[in-house]
């Protein structure tokens, strides 16, 4: 019940059927000769043969018509038209192999009345390389009458199908170009390339001397027309769209429709041809065309079957359309009509012609769809920059909040470190009853010079090693001198590590100080040392701490002293070194900076 509802798609079909075969009849019956009473009688000598003669007789009265012209509508395939004295008249070209090819062309020749007399005959030549040489429709009479005869017969045997080949070739170039520039749509390539060759099909029509032998023209005339169904069934192929699973359907019968095509070509190019075999093998070949024409058609069919869209009815009736018309073709040929026309032509104009507007509404529909994408793209990415934009001035907010953060945690941590253990070993300090003043004033000094070094560490200049050990000079110099050292000062500008900020500067100070402070307590000397350089091995700045004292004895045990100045060393990623005074007698402390930024551990 259902496949009969669906039939009801189809309700049109026996009416366009109707239709172009009524159209066949009146292009088939379609007659441009001129009026019966300029019809000359002829006769020809030897009727099948592939070369005879006959001749033509003059009408009574050729003294009165004005300008008279010989009109030869249909042969096949050649003539020459001599007058009684033996002059000629007109020919259609070559007589000789290969013979000029005139069967789809009028013939049209002036005579001259002063070398004619009523009753004489004009003689001819039939020539054709394989078929029977045949005449039909002399007409001699006047030019006014015979000339517009010839130019409308001209126009349906000449000039239809050259348009219809200049039609093509354009397609197939514009079509082309496309899928040079897109190679991917193959329907483009494979459409320009059915076109190609069924304008070189109708070649046949147009040519008079071919440039080739009879016999590889008679083989290639069939053989493009089928390789142009062909071209065009691949592109209904690719342009048909893909399965349910991403793949396209019936790839291997096309591959093994393309190899069985031209397996069976190949009689074309080796059958003789003088013996009629090659054209005997012709009806076989077309006749393998109709029946794939008609399988493919039914596929058509059954496309429109599932889905009536527009482009799928376009599909269904230019193949009915071809398959009528090509049918009309196959039986003009087998029955070797002069008289009947071939008409192929206008249905595969139809048919490639529809094809093409479809492959170029698709071009179109789908440049229009990246034009949208892309103007939407934009719209997008403008969108998201102004996001990011604003997510970013966010992170930057937090950013700088976070660092604000850290850095009153590092400043807390530091002041808790120093400042704030110094004042609890001094509270300490004072709850014993034997503590002395000069030690609790000594603690609390510790404790301001701490404070203080926190406090340089925080200026932005102090960033800058140099000027941040000046700093630490000028805090410090008082309490070295009351020490009853001397402090020399060698420092001149390093290169500062690049990202060596607060911190890392506050702990270099921390190393400094604890350097001088061991220098005062535990090295005998009387002098203190404060310089600076650059490594001339590693390129690396060092800062370093030597005193004159007695120098680091041998049974010496490290204390919490110098386990604090290698942790703040590695912290800031520094190399310290502790090791003999080269120039005088004593301990050099030496602090290597980093040659890069590196991160605190």
């Known amino acids: 019940m259902n496949a009969l509802r669906r039939l009801r798609i189809f309700w049109w079909l026996p009416v366009y059927l109707l239709v172009l075969y009524g159209l066949t009849v009146q292009l088939d019956s379609l007659s441009f000769a001129p009026d019966n009473r300029w019809q000359a009688t002829f006769n020809v000598a030897t009727p099948g043969a592939t070369r005879t003669h006959g001749s033509i007789r003059i009408p009574d009265d050729i003294r009165q018509i004005p300008e008279p012209l010989l009109l030869i509508v249909n042969v096949n395939q050649n003539i020459v038209v001599r007058y009684p004295n033996g002059d000629i008249v007109g020919t259609g070209g070559s007589m000789a192999t290969p013979i000029a090819r005139n069967k789809h062309r009028p013939l049209l020749f002036r005579l001259h009345p002063q070398s004619l ?10 020539a054709t390389p394989r078929s029977a040489a045949r005449l039909a429709h002399v007409y001699i009479g006047p030019a006014a009458v015979l000339d517009n005869a010839w130019q409308f017969n001209n126009l349906m045997r000449q000039g239809v199908v050259k348009t219809v080949a200049i039609v093509l070739l354009i397609t197939a170039l514009l079509i082309g170009s496309i899928w040079f520039f897109y190679p991917h749509r193959k329907e483009y390539l494979w459409y320009a390339l059915g076109s190609a060759l069924w304008a070189a099909h109708s070649t046949n029509h147009l040519v008079r001397d071919i440039p080739v032998s009879d016999r590889l023209w008679a083989a290639l005339i069939p053989l493009t027309i089928g390789l142009s169904i062909l ?42 041809y003088a013996s009629g075999a090659q054209a005997q093998y012709h009806i076989v070949w077309y006749g393998l065309l109709v029946c794939l024409f008609i399988l493919v058609l039914a596929y058509v069919v059954q496309l429109y079957w599932e889905q009536q869209t527009t482009k799928r009815l376009l599909f269904v009736l230019c193949g009915f359309a071809m398959l009528v018309f090509g049918i009309h073709d196959i039986w003009v040929f087998d029955n070797q ?81 120093g400042f704030g253990g110094h004042l609890v070993s001094t509270l300490v300090m004072l709850e014993r009853p034997d503590v002395s003043l000069p030690v609790i004033k000594e603690n609390i000094q510790d404790a301001l010079n701490d404070l203080r070094l926190v406090i340089d560490s925080l200026d932005f200049d102090s960033q800058d090693v140099t000027t941040a050990l000046g700093m630490f000079r000028s805090r410090n110099r008082r309490k070295i001198k009351q020490a ?25 100070l921390r190393i400094v100080q604890e350097a001088i402070t061991n220098s005062i307590k535990h090295s005998g000397g009387n002098t203190i040392t404060v310089s600076t350089g650059t490594d001339s091995g590693s390129g690396n700045s060092f800062v370093q701490i030597a005193d004159n004292g007695c120098g680091i004895a041998a049974t010496y045990q490290p204390g919490k002293g110098l386990s604090s100045m290698r942790k703040r060393a590695e912290h800031i990623g520094a190399h310290l070194t502790i090791r003999p005074n080269l120039t005088t007698a004593g301990t050099a402390v030496r602090i290597c900076l980093p040659t890069h930024a590196q991160q605190p551990k």
């Open 337 to 417: 009509e002069l008289t009947r026309p071939y008409l192929l032509h206008f249905a595969a104009l139809f048919t490639l012609l529809s094809q093409y507007f479809l492959l170029v509404r698709r071009f179109v529909l789908s440049l229009r769809e990246t034009q949208y994408y892309a103007h939407h793209l934009e719209e997008l990415v403008v969108e998201r920059e102004q996001q990011l934009e604003a997510n970013y001035q966010k992170m930057r907010v937090l950013e700088q909040e976070k660092a604000v953060v850290d850095e009153r945690e590092r400043i807390m941590r530091d002041i808790h470190d």
């Open 117 to 126: 007399s009523p009753g004489d005959t004009l003689a001819f030549e039939l």
């Open 231 to 272: 071209s065009i069934i691949t592109m209904i192929y690719y342009y048909t769209p893909l399965g349910a699973k991403g793949e396209r359907q019936h790839t291997r019968p096309l591959l093994y429709l393309w190899a069985s095509s031209l397996l069976l070509a190949i009689p074309l190019f080796f059958l003789p």
């Open 484 to 508: 009853g050292f001397e402090l020399r000062w060698a420092v001149e500008d390093i290169a500062t590590p690049p990202g060596f900020g607060a911190e890392k500067t506050l702990q270099l």
